[in-house]
């Protein structure tokens, strides 16, 4: 059975006056793992293990709950989520001042550690902070699972907001950086029009964008449509889409933050 036990390594770290503990396991090039709604559950800790096993893996509790949450407590983290002055769910182009607390935790991470550059992986609600994090020349893996922000409400459409601004967007275009990014073809929360988006601002060549088919699913996830790529949705089977999706995740931090190129 993978292990889904949380990292027993903790520290906290404050910067600009934002305050959280941050998660730490594991040895060799950095990577900053940030965690979805509704937190830190099983299934996230299974990937942050997995990943631990070859990289220093940090990640932050950006809900201040470090334990699993609990099924009635995810909607009040969701709630907490929706009027956080740290995380902007419904905003265009700004994401909050949480990036900035992780934009100064990445440069930690990447001073503790032996690589060539950081991995980050964002996933749903913090899909985004990954390209935005990525506006850093440490930050020479990006990945961004199912990019779930800004959400979209009825008569907005945000379906291809990527929370960024025309400059930062520049600026990430001028990056020459490749990201990585997942979702399912019926994903409700993470459309087609947002990967169209990334594909606009970085080039075809540079972002490297898996599609999954929704059967290929864990048909036991909470949600009612495909979501989760990397966690709940993921089918802990080696033969599964899923699983080897994974392994190329590792395969591209693995040539972007290895101390040699690999």
Same mark, same amino acid.
Request: proline share 8%.
């Given at each position: 059975? #993978?292990?889904?036990?949380?990292?027993?390594?903790?520290?906290?770290?404050?910067?600009?006056?934002?305050?959280?503990?941050?998660?730490?396991?594991?040895?060799?090039?950095?990577?900053?793992?940030?965690?979805?709604?509704?937190?830190?559950?099983?299934?996230?800790?299974?990937?942050?293990?997995?990943?631990?096993?070859?990289? &220093?893996?940090?990640?932050?509790?950006?809900?201040?709950?470090?334990?699993?949450?609990?099924?009635?407590? #995810?909607?009040?983290? +969701?709630?907490?989520?929706?009027?956080?002055?740290?995380?902007?769910?419904?905003?265009?182009?700004?994401?909050?001042?949480?990036?900035?607390?992780?934009?100064?935790? *990445?440069?930690?991470? +990447?001073?503790?550690?032996?690589?060539?550059?950081?991995?980050?992986?964002?996933?749903?609600?913090?899909?985004?902070?990954?390209? &935005?994090?990525?506006?850093?020349?440490?930050?020479?893996?990006?990945?961004? *699972?199912?990019?779930?922000?800004?959400? #979209?409400?009825?008569?907005?459409?945000?379906?291809?907001?990527?929370?960024?601004?025309?400059?930062?967007?520049?600026?990430?275009?001028?990056?020459?950086?490749?990201?990585?990014?997942?979702? +399912?073809?019926?994903?409700?929360?993470?459309?087609?029009?947002?990967?169209?988006?990334?594909?606009?601002?970085?080039?075809?060549?540079?972002?490297?964008?898996?599609?999954?088919?929704?059967?290929?699913?864990?048909?036991?996830?909470?949600?009612?449509?495909?979501?989760?790529?990397?966690?709940?949705?993921?089918?802990?089977?080696?033969? *599964?889409?899923?699983?080897?999706?994974?392994?190329?995740?590792? #395969? +591209?931090?693995? *040539?972007?933050?290895?101390?040699?190129?690999?």
């Amino acid at each position: 059975m #993978s292990n889904m036990q949380p990292f027993e390594d903790a520290e906290i770290f404050t910067d600009q006056g934002i305050t959280h503990s941050v998660f730490r396991k594991g040895s060799g090039p950095g990577v900053l793992l940030l965690h979805e709604l509704p937190g830190m559950t099983p299934e996230f800790w299974r990937l942050a293990n997995w990943l631990a096993e070859r990289f &220093t893996v940090w990640t932050p509790d950006m809900f201040g709950r470090g334990q699993t949450p609990t099924r009635p407590e #995810s909607g009040r983290l +969701f709630l907490r989520a929706c009027i956080s002055r740290e995380i902007h769910l419904f905003a265009k182009h700004d994401p909050g001042p949480v990036t900035q607390w992780l934009r100064a935790l *990445s440069v930690k991470l +990447f001073e503790a550690t032996p690589g060539r550059g950081i991995g980050v992986i964002g996933m749903c609600m913090s899909g985004n902070f990954a390209l &935005t994090l990525a506006l850093d020349p440490i930050v020479t893996a990006p990945v961004t *699972s199912q990019p779930g922000l800004p959400a #979209s409400v009825p008569l907005r459409n945000l379906d291809g907001g990527l929370q960024m601004t025309t400059e930062e967007k520049a600026a990430l275009a001028a990056r020459n950086v490749d990201v990585m990014g997942l979702r +399912f073809a019926g994903d409700r929360l993470c459309k087609a029009a947002r990967f169209d988006a990334i594909r606009d601002v970085i080039g075809a060549q540079r972002f490297h964008e898996h599609v999954l088919p929704d059967e290929v699913r864990n048909p036991d996830g909470p949600l009612k449509y495909p979501h989760s790529v990397l966690t709940a949705d993921l089918v802990d089977e080696d033969d *599964s889409l899923t699983k080897q999706k994974l392994g190329e995740v590792i #395969s +591209f931090l693995t *040539s972007r933050i290895s101390p040699e190129p690999v």
